[in-house]
């Protein structure tokens, strides 16, 4: 199982961030799986959410490491029902999920990376971010009066600010992974001609329509300034202790194999052990059980 998972996630892993070309990943990959796979695959995630929890477990009962698994994405890309379905046998008390929206009056009297970190996942559990500060990359970058708002001193607003931006992320997260916490970073890429499809099923199904905001459309306006975005984005700060993973979101049963899959090669790729017990706990266990054992 751990295998099979390590292989898939390292098919969706950029290796080599300095030749990454997001236009030569297909959205509407399924990977080793063919349209007839899909019970099959079906199958696998089952697999995958049951190891997933076994090593969680394992992780809570540890605490030494953390994991944090942001995921970004285009809208309607499918995050909530990846993180949904592949957390579904996770313990909730080792498993934060935190989404960030536009920063608020408090957030904004901070630095950008302030709201996030003050969030980060403790030693023994996984964190989740709902997009994350790399937002501040993306969303600001194509709609730079963004900027403005932060009150950032006129002076340091240069041209340079992306790449100083990518330079902070890289180190803080080289800083994350120096004290334990695993960082995976998962970019959801789904197609315009997708994400066309599943605005028209959030308008035409009554169910959904509250997924549905106008405020959507605005974005899809700049699909082609996202993709450069999150080009850029990718490429300068994918690194060996923080990787992105690209994965195929057309299809959204693989995209939660592929994510249930990263997340289990990340924890299997720790020493993830149950404390020892010594002798002198040994005996103070056979001391409790004696007296549980006297009791009427």
Known sequence: MIGTARRLARSC????????????????????????DKPRAQEMLGDSIRMLSELQDRLYAQDRWS?????????????DGAIKHVMSGVNPAGCEVHSFKAPSTTELDHDYMWRALRVAPPRGTIGIFNRSYYEEVLVARVHPEILGRQRIPPELVTRRIWNERFRDMRRIER?????????????????????????????????KNWKF????????????????????????TSSEHAPWYVVPADNKWFTRIAVASILVDALASLDLRY???????????????RQLLSED
Do not use: C
């Open 175 to 207: 800083y994350l992974a120096r004290n334990g916490t695993v960082v995976r970073k998962i970019f959801l890429n789904v197609s315009k001609a997708e994400q066309k499809r599943r605005f028209l099923e959030r308008i035409d199904e009554p169910e």
């Open 67 to 79: 994991l944090l698994v942001i995921f970004q994405a285009m809208d309607a890309a499918g995050k």
């Open 213 to 236: 905001s106008e405020a959507d459309l605005g974005e899809r306006a700049h699909w082609d300034e996202y993709m450069h975005a999150y080009g850029d984005m990718i490429r300068s």
């Open 275 to 289: 404390p020892a017990v010594d002798r002198k706990r040994r005996a103070a266990l056979a001391v409790a059980r």
């Open 13 to 36: 892993e950029v290796r080599r961030p300095g030749g990454f070309r997001l236009s030569r990943f297909d959205p509407a990959d399924t990977g080793p799986f063919g349209s007839e």
